[in-house]
């Protein structure tokens, strides 16, 4: 069974730190390229991050430059997102998911080219 699960959310205050990972099971994340979205309550499903198979490109929203850090480690499986300086409106569940077939430079925040999506864990930012 094919699967993407994140961990690593949690409650932190403003100015605070997480690094959340993203474990796939059942199948090898070296052919996916990998993106991290966030849907806050209320608001629609946005795209936070993404890394290619290769790890040679990544994206940010404008909204976490310069805060949050996308990486991947192929041996482990696993890609992570490092998110410092939190800001209250940080505060959402977040998603990875698996874009295939693309080639090892390219990735983006299409939500709707994603192929596989994980459940999610919450980030709460608050004092």
């Known amino acids: 069974q094919l699967q993407l699960v994140e961990s690593g959310g949690g409650l932190v205050q403003p100015g605070g730190s997480l690094r959340l990972s993203c474990a796939a099971s059942g199948f090898t994340l070296d052919y996916y390229a990998i993106g991290w979205f966030r849907q806050a309550p209320g608001k629609e499903r946005e795209g936070v991050s993404c890394?290619?198979?290769?790890?040679?490109?990544?994206n940010y929203a404008d909204s976490v430059k310069g805060r949050f850090t996308i990486s991947r480690d192929n041996a482990e499986n696993t890609v992570y997102l490092q998110m410092n300086s939190l800001k209250p409106e940080d505060t959402a569940v977040y998603y990875c998911?698996?874009?295939?077939?693309?080639?090892?430079?390219?990735?983006?925040?299409?939500?709707?080219?994603?192929?596989?999506w994980g459940k999610g864990t919450l980030v709460t930012v608050s004092s």
């Open positions: 998911a698996g874009d295939a077939g693309r080639p090892q430079w390219y990735c983006d925040l299409d939500k709707s080219a994603m192929d596989y």
């Open positions: 890394i290619s198979r290769s790890a040679r490109s990544t």
